[in-house]
Every structure is written in C-alpha cells, then in structure tokens.
Nanobody, 127 residues
Framework: EVQLVESGGGSVLPGGSLRLSCAAS????????MAWFRQAPGKERERVAV????????YYADSVKGRFIISRDISKSMLFLQMNSLKPEDTAMYYC????????????????????WGQGTQVTVSS
C-alpha cells in the first residue's frame, strides 16, 4: 500500500517561505518518481515540480522556477518542497504524488500519470 501524507502548509506573507513535507515509506522514496501539484479554487490542478530518480535535474513549472526546490531525503522517508519568495498566486492546495515507474527527465508527467496521491496541504499567501 502506498500512503502519502503532506504537512507544512499554512499562511504566510508575500515574500515569505514555507517548506512542505510528504511522508512516504523508504521504498517509495528510493524507487518512485515523485511530484508536487497544486490546485487553486476554480482552477485545474497544476504540476509544480517533479523529482526524478538518479539525477538532480528536476522539473519545475515556469511559474516557480528559481523560487521552489524539490528534494527527497531517503533517510527521513520524506519528499520536500522548499518554497521561497512566495506570491499570492502561489495560494493553493498542494498535493504530493507518486508513480512507481522510473521516468526520465525527458518525461514530463501530468496528473493522469500519477496513481498515488496525498490528501493535500493548504498554502495561503496574503498580506
């Protein structure tokens, strides 16, 4: 069974930072392609970042490139999303997702490619 549990969301001022965490088993962190998605009210779910195995060349949406960093810590069984220089348009529910396939950096999977999802954690950026 694959279980993903997000945490770390909250309310922050524009320009602030948050670090989201996604708890998963060590097996998943070692072998699955993982990603963060987000969904704002009234909008479609958006791919934010994808963490590929065996490389540091991860995917970032243009809207977050240079501000967000995706990483995984296998020793802690955690996937992280460090979010810096937050903007009001980053406000959304953030979801952790996992796929057992070993994807290449040339693959840019969308939400339909991820069978496993967490329950989400809310991020609100507002003054």
């Amino acid at each position: 069974e694959v279980q993903l549990v997000e945490s770390g969301g909250g309310s922050v001022l524009p320009g602030g930072s948050l670090r989201l965490s996604c708890a998963a088993s060590g097996r998943i962190l070692r072998t699955f392609t993982m990603a963060w998605f987000r969904q704002a009210p009234g909008k479609e779910r958006e791919r934010v970042a994808v963490s590929y195995l065996r490389t540091d060349n991860h995917y970032y949406a243009d809207s977050v490139k240079g501000r967000f960093i995706i990483s995984r810590d296998i020793s802690k069984s955690m996937l992280f999303l460090q979010m810096n220089s937050l903007k009001p348009e980053d406000t959304a529910m953030y979801y952790c997702a996992a796929d057992s396939r070993l994807l290449l950096t040339s693959d840019v999977p969308d939400e339909r490619d991820f069978p496993y999802w967490g329950q989400g954690t809310q991020v609100t950026v507002s003054s």
